[in-house]
């Protein structure tokens, strides 16, 4: 028997893995239209707003945006569960765009 290490892949409705609690929801980028608008007051969607960044963790790999968000301990993650690790300055400046 083989004894891989398995890395929990996320998706929608997954538990948090940071706070354990609450269901992750999908962040969604672009500029959104109405029905986005009414998913996103309806807490199931988070608007990821229309700056898209690239990231390179530790491992060398570019990745894409965090794709999903807590909306409980507010962290956002990747789909692989790597913890999206912006500092909150950042993410500041960008809403300030
Ligand atoms: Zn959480």
């Given at each position: 028997?083989?004894?891989?290490?398995?890395?929990?892949?996320?998706?929608k409705?997954?538990?948090?893995?940071?706070?354990?609690?609450?269901?992750l929801?999908?962040?969604?980028?672009g500029?959104?239209?109405?029905?986005l608008?009414?998913?996103?007051e309806?807490?199931?969607?988070?608007?990821?707003?229309?700056?898209?960044?690239?990231?390179?963790d530790?491992?060398?790999?570019?990745?894409?945006?965090?794709?999903?968000?807590?909306?409980?301990?507010?962290s956002?993650?990747?789909?692989?569960?790597?913890?999206?690790?912006?500092?909150?300055?950042?993410s500041?400046?960008?809403?300030?765009?």
């Amino acid at each position: 028997m083989k004894s891989t290490v398995r890395r929990k892949t996320l998706r929608k409705g997954s538990s948090c893995p940071t706070c354990n609690a609450a269901k992750l929801i999908p962040i969604v980028y672009g500029l959104p239209g109405r029905e986005l608008m009414e998913q996103s007051e309806r807490g199931e969607i988070e608007l990821g707003g229309c700056v898209v960044t690239q990231i390179i963790d530790h491992n060398g790999i570019r990745t894409n945006d965090p794709e999903l968000h807590c909306p409980t301990c507010s962290s956002n993650f990747y789909r692989n569960g790597v913890r999206d690790t912006v500092p909150q300055e950042i993410s500041e400046q960008l809403e300030e765009l």
